[in-house]
């Protein structure tokens, strides 16, 4: 005879370290078994698309910043590709080729604090000071550029804030040369590492009709096994112009879509950034990054929905311009809000400590699921 | 791959009535107008459908339209009276690559909508949000609580263009 086991809910977080932020997450365990999950998310809401409605358009720049605030260059790069294809403004190529570079090092930047603090929620602290140790050189890279680390204001539309500084290619090549090591290290520390693979493969499969389904999008996506990157499928900037690969899952250890094909579709990717960012060096034409800013942002009348490939996801900006020098409506589609819906169906059935495992393989953040 | 103006004689050929009108005349996307009550009936022969596929919702989004009489009070506060409450959807095929824009309209005072649960679960928060922020009602929703927001926030939705900010919430003074 089966013995009778009694439901419990229990309360993680909003203040818990591996929820990434204020998130709180209501558990219906039998046992240490999950029945369901039902997230609780609202605690950093700021209303961003309130604020955006009383702003100018350039004025709304920095409260993007805010939203994803470890991948604030993509967020700004987002909004004024929209802006931009709203007004039909032609911008210099050199504009193009800057923000090309600043987003692919901030995708890395991202990147590394969502596998080193994976790391970290699953007991492996070393690789998190590695991880952070070559952010840094990335921040310091920004910071040279614009003079600030995390929230840069940085992109603007119709061009950039001012040029890059004159050691900025060189450092870049010195980061790049330096990094390369640094990834396989990784590999060997923490992506092959025994424990590490025991814990996260097979653990939350996300299988890739339910994926489309709930519109996951981005490494997710691509680790449930489908090749969809809107640098290649949805074309922006100069992307076309660079020769790189797309990463996808393939089950290697365990099926596809679990957590640790999640992990290293993000270690490869970086690989595929660094890419990038070399053939953007080489290539990058000479110009005037300012020239094309307009001096008074007043779009026509119309509506946009514009997306980019953010370190996260599909990044969405949904725009109506009235006519006036305010938007009517700035709606982000964030793509850690989409894909925390999934996160109750990855949960179900498996054990307590694997919910820490879940979640930091989606990689969420919370500054843009609240917004 | 379809265009708008394709996948609009389409519809119209299949729903009438329910689809209302294809708009192209402003920038930047074309978006064709249908009826929120057959809304869902037609956003499950754009998934199913052979030709049209449409097995992702990439965004959801509701609008104040502010297109009723608008009054003021001695303050300068603003109400709106009548006119209209609009939800955005942004479809996408992952398999043929196109691309629609759908747009539904509901009255101010009593905004109804059916929902697209059924068709893309993704759709659940998007529809939380846009009850949450401009109190649209999403009939069959299976979960339709506050999400941002407080769940006891009994003040009305943010970003209606008429919303005032109480002066208290749970005794706290509001701005603090």
């Not at chain 1, 078994?33 to 709304?60: D, W």
């Not at chain 2, 299976?142 to 407080?150: A, F, N, S, T, V």
């Amino acid at each position: 005879m089966a013995l009778k086991t009694e439901e419990m809910v229990l309360n993680m977080g909003p203040q818990h370290p591996s929820t990434h932020g204020v998130l709180r997450l209501e558990l219906q365990l039998d046992g240490e078994i999950i029945l369901n999950v039902t997230p609780h998310i609202g605690y950093l809401h700021r209303c961003f698309e309130k604020h955006a409605e009383a702003m100018s358009y350039p004025q709304v720049i920095p409260y993007t910043d805010r939203m994803d605030y470890l991948a604030s260059m993509y967020n700004e790069f987002g909004y004024v590709v929209a802006m931009e294809r709203l007004m039909k403004i032609e911008i210099p190529e050199r504009v193009d080729y800057i923000r090309v570079i600043m987003g692919e090092l901030q995708r890395i930047a991202s990147h590394l604090v969502a596998l080193g603090t994976y790391g970290a929620d699953i007991g492996a602290f070393t690789p998190f000071l590695f991880c952070f140790r070559d952010r840094e050189r990335i921040l310091h890279l920004f910071e040279i550029t614009c003079g600030a680390r995390l929230l840069y204001n940085y992109i603007w539309i119709g061009g950039l804030s001012h040029d890059i500084h004159p050691d900025f290619i060189r450092l870049t090549k010195e980061f790049i040369k330096d990094f390369r090591p640094n990834v396989k290290e990784l590999n060997e520390l923490l992506s092959y590492n025994r424990i590490f693979i025991e814990r996260t493969a097979n653990v939350g499969v996300l299988p890739l009709d339910t994926a489309i389904n709930y519109g996951v999008s981005g490494p997710n996506l691509r680790a449930s096994g489908m090749k969809w990157d809107l640098r290649k499928d949805d074309p922006y900037s100069v992307y076309h112009k660079f020769d790189f690969d797309i990463p996808v899952g393939k089950g290697e250890k365990g099926k596809t879509g679990d957590c640790w094909d999640r992990y290293y579709v993000r270690v490869l990717e970086m690989e595929e950034s660094l890419k990038i960012i070399e053939q953007a060096i080489e290539q990058i034409p000479e110009g005037d990054v300012t020239s094309a800013i307009p001096k008074r942002v007043k779009p026509p009348e119309g509506q946009i929905y514009t997306r980019v490939e953010n370190p996260r996801g599909e990044l969405g900006y949904f725009i109506i311009s009235d006519g006036s020098l305010n938007p009517a409506r700035v709606k982000v589609r964030a793509p850690s809000f989409v894909t925390m819906q999934v996160f109750p169906e990855l949960c179900k059935g498996f054990m307590v400590a694997d919910v820490v495992a879940i979640l930091g393989s989606i990689d969420i953040v919370l500054g843009e699921i609240d917004r | 791959m379809k265009t708008a103006e394709e996948i609009y004689n389409l519809l119209k050929e299949k729903f009438g009535e329910s689809v209302i009108e294809l708009k192209t005349d402003k920038p930047v996307d074309p978006f064709i107008i249908v009826d929120p009550i057959t809304l869902d009936k037609i956003c499950l022969f754009l998934r199913n459908e052979n030709d049209l596929q449409f097995d992702s919702l990439m965004n959801l989004s509701g609008v104040d339209d502010a297109n009723g009489t608008k009054e003021k009070d001695d303050i300068g506060l603003e109400t709106i009276k009548g006119g209209t409450l609009s939800i955005f959807y942004h479809i996408e095929s992952t398999k043929l690559k196109h691309k629609l824009t759908l747009k539904t309209s509901t009255s101010r005072e009593k905004p109804e909508v059916v929902t697209v649960t059924d068709v893309w679960k993704g759709a659940d928060w998007h529809e939380r949000e846009a009850y949450d922020m401009y109190g649209i009602i999403f009939l069959n929703h299976p979960d339709l609580r506050r999400i941002l927001m407080p769940y006891d926030w009994e003040f009305g939705y943010p970003l209606r263009k008429d919303y005032k900010n109480p002066e208290f919430y749970q005794g706290m003074k509001v701005p603090y």
